[in-house]
T-cell receptor, first 115, second 115 residues
Framework: DGGITQSPKYLFRKEGQNVTLSCEQNLNHDAMYWYRQDPGQGLRLIYYSQIVNDFQKGDIAEGYSVSREKKESFPLTVTSAQKNPTAFYLC??????????????FGPGTRLTVT | AQTVTQSQPEMSVQEAETVTLSCTYDTSESNYYLFWYKQPPSRQMILVIRQEAYKQQNATENRFSVNFQKAAKSFSLKISDSQLGDTAMYFCAFEKVQGAQKLVFGQGTRLTINP
């Protein structure tokens, strides 16, 4: 089955530690995205990548980093510089600009708790 | 910059009733897409319906339909014959056609369908 996987579902870290969230897709999509969701708020874009080896900052990139070395993978690192990292993180993908299809498909998410 | 506003934080209706969720947006773009996403308690984001701004006809998907008013920048979602499984957070989202494919989300409406 094609889809997006995020692991783990729940992640716990101590303050001051970096942590990497995994996102893998087998949909052959060019574009991938990371969103953050806080209680009572909509999703906010952290980083996005429209093609391998290229990515851009979203609206709330501070304290986060990403890489896009493979088409299928777009890991997100939450660094110790992120002041309030506890949140629900969602990864998404889409076919890409040239396809004319603008729908984004979402993974199941990772709940990160930092204490 | 685009903004999306959902003015109803919570709504509650009885099963089989019809309910309408409101969404307004602000943009200077002439061509764009609008989406309604559903997030049930599992937190998996699911696309409910999409509307291309250049189409005058309102989109429909089974029990779900939209009322798209481009001049008023309004995009409401109507759910007919509501079912218990419709209980979820509903997010309205905007995406430009030109440039990077980035979704801008509203704050969400928590919809509860009561038996």
């Amino acid at each position: 089955d094609g889809g997006i996987t995020q692991s783990p579902k729940y992640l716990f870290r101590k303050e001051g530690q970096n942590v990497t969230l995994s996102c893998e897709q087998n949909l052959n999509h060019d574009a991938m995205y990371w969103y953050r969701q806080d209680p009572g708020q909509g999703l906010r874009l952290i980083y996005y990548s429209q093609i391998v080896n290229d990515f851009q900052k979203g609206d709330i990139a501070e304290g986060y980093s990403v890489s896009r070395e493979k088409k299928e993978s777009f890991p997100l690192t939450v660094t110790s510089a992120q002041k309030n990292p506890t949140a629900f993180y969602l990864c998404a993908s889409s076919i890409g600009l040239l396809a004319g299809n603008y729908e984004q498909y979402f993974g199941p998410g990772t709940r990160l708790t930092v204490t | 910059a685009q903004t999306v506003t959902q003015s109803q934080p919570e709504m509650s209706v009885q099963e089989a009733e019809t309910v309408t969720l409101s969404c307004t947006y602000d943009t200077s773009e002439s061509n764009y897409y609008l989406f309604w996403y559903k997030q049930p308690p599992s937190r998996q984001m699911i696309l409910v319906i999409r509307q291309e701004a250049y189409k005058q006809q309102n989109a429909t998907e089974n029990r779900f339909s939209v009322n798209f008013q481009k001049a008023a920048k309004s995009f409401s979602l109507k759910i007919s014959d509501s079912q218990l499984g419709d209980t979820a957070m509903y997010f309205c989202a905007f995406e430009k056609v030109q440039g990077a494919q980035k979704l801008v989300f509203g704050q969400g409406t928590r919809l509860t369908i009561n038996p």
